[in-house]
Every structure is written in structure tokens, then in C-alpha cells.
DNA sequence: CGTTGTTTATAGACTG
DNA sequence: CAGTCTATAAACAACG
């Protein structure tokens, strides 16, 4: 841990991981999710340090895009079109700083295999989670209609959330909510206000100096179990507009729908994918953030 | 061709 | 000390 609160960011690496930068900015974004190229951005324009080497860091963090199940890629959609996937956050990877370090997580975030997970009690919310997402989402023509032929990923979106979901459905879970709403839908509004809680400097932040303004903020202004909290209960649930990320202009031209499930367009199909199961290490271990 | 994404490998730091 | 996590490098494929 560097000196607290002594200089900016320029001129020593900040106190957190590429994970931790990766999600704070994709919280920061209103979509709940970006475009690789929105995510250097958002780092080199909060963390000057991080406006050297680029070909180092930048390596570092798409090779944890790919390997830390925290991260999902959302395919685009034909109406949106540009270079390479969005990504979001799996909704269990909330909690993975609770310790308040953004350095080290308490334990690598990962996803589990259903066949090891099948959970009782949240096997119906898993459920419908899937099914809401899966029936949400549309085709993306890269992929074909139905016939993934040069799809190389086995896992749906079904897998990734149906897996452990813990109630982050009823929450808000982010990355749903995110492929809800980049698909058009509306979602809770809470949920913007989660990105104020878990990283609060996102938004005090000192832009030129990329300090942290609050006070009661430890050393780089990273607040003790930042992450630790029930959403709604801490947070006001302060209506932010869900309006259009630059990187996803394409999501304000979709007409608002209902959320409700029974909507669900049957054709749709999800196409959220993982990582391939041989990537994730001992993928059948089951090791959550909690 | 540059960007994006995946994968493997290695080293160092941290944790239990 | 073993296991875990992060950072870094690098090779490679796919894509726009």
C-alpha cells in the first residue's frame, strides 16, 4: 500500500488491482457495462499513471478480462456496431473487495459449474434469472440464427448467472440488469447507485489530480468495506437517468420495455459468454467471493 | 494492420 | 510453507 492520501496518481501506481480498476469503470458507466476501449479511458483519464505503458497495462487487463470469471462479455448487437464485446460484471462479484482492499481481492472471484451447484433455494431465482436473460436477449447476428458456427464458447448466460445467484437478482444484479437495460429495458435505479457506493472516489474524484475529495475516505480514498452492504439500504435509491453511454448509443434507440418475464421474446437468445471451461483453472471449484 | 480476446507461463506478494 | 492472487510478458487467433 502506498503512502495515503500523500500525492495523485501520477506519479505512483494506485492502490488497485486491474480488477478493481476494470469494475470500477464499468460501474462508473450507465450501462453497467463497456467496451474495452471505454475502459482504457476511463482508467487513463482518472489514474495519469496509467497513461504510461499502456502496452503493458493494457495487456495485463484484457488477459484479466479473459481469465477472471468476474468479468462477463456481452457480444454487441448488429444496431451497435464497433470492435469487440462489452463487458460486464458477474452479479456474485459485488462483494469481492468486502475487505475494503481493492489490491487483493479475499478470494478470486469464480463462477461455478452447474453441475457441481444446484442450490434448493435459489435454483427458482437462478431460474428465472436465466430465463429472463436468456429470453431478453437478442440475437447477435455475428453468431448466426441458432447455429453458432463460429462460436467457440460453450456458456450461455444461464450458466453464468443460474449459478449462484444469491438474491442478486431481486437486487439488481448488475450484469443482468446491464444486458437488461443494453438491451432496452428498464432497470431498478438503485443501481447507479451502487457505482457511488463501491467506488466513491468515481465520482468525487478530483479529475486533475484523481484524488479523492471526501475526508472520510481512507488513503486514496477507499473506504473501509466499500463493498459491504446491502445496496438499497445504504444507498438512497437516487433516480439516475439511465441515459445512453457514449460507448453504447444504440441502447437509447430501443423502446422501453416491461421487464416482467412473461414478455420475454421466445426467439431471443442469450449469448453472454465465459471463458471456456479448460480457462478457468480447476473449474469445477467453487470459489465465490463469499 | 491494429485492436480485441484467449491462453500459457512465470515471478512476486499475500494469506491461512 | 503451500496455496492463492496479482502483475507481467508473450504468442496467437479472430475480427473490423
Redesign the pocket.
Known sequence: ?PRPGKSSYSDQ?PP????SLTAMAIQHSAEKML???DI?KFIMERFPYYRE?T??????L???????DCFI?IPRRPDQ???????ALHPDCGD?FENG?F??????F?VLRPEHHLPGGGAAVAAAAAAAAVGRLPQFS?YGSGQPS?F??PFAIENIIGRDYKGVLQAGGLPLASVMHHLGYPVPSQLSSVVSSMWPHVGVMDPVAGVPVSPDYGPFGVPVKALCHPPAQTMPAVPVPIKPAPAVPAASAIPALTVATSQICPAAKAEV????P??CGASG?V?LAN
Do not use: D
Not at 488497485?16 to 480488477?19: E, G, L, P, T
Not at 484484457?62 to 477472471?68: A, I, M, P, Q
Not at 489490491?103 to 478470486?108: F, G, S, T
Open positions: 500500500m501506481k488497485y488491482s486491474y480488477i467496451p474495452l476501449s482504457y505503458h502496452q503493458r497495462w493494457q495487456n495485463s484484457r488477459h484479466n478480462l479473459s481469465f477472471n462479455k456496431p464497433g470492435k469487440g464485446s462489452f463487458w469481492m482492499s489490491l487483493r481481492r479475499r478470494k478470486r469464480k455475428p463460429g467457440k464458447h459468454v465465459t471463458r471456456t479448460a480457462s471449484s470459489m
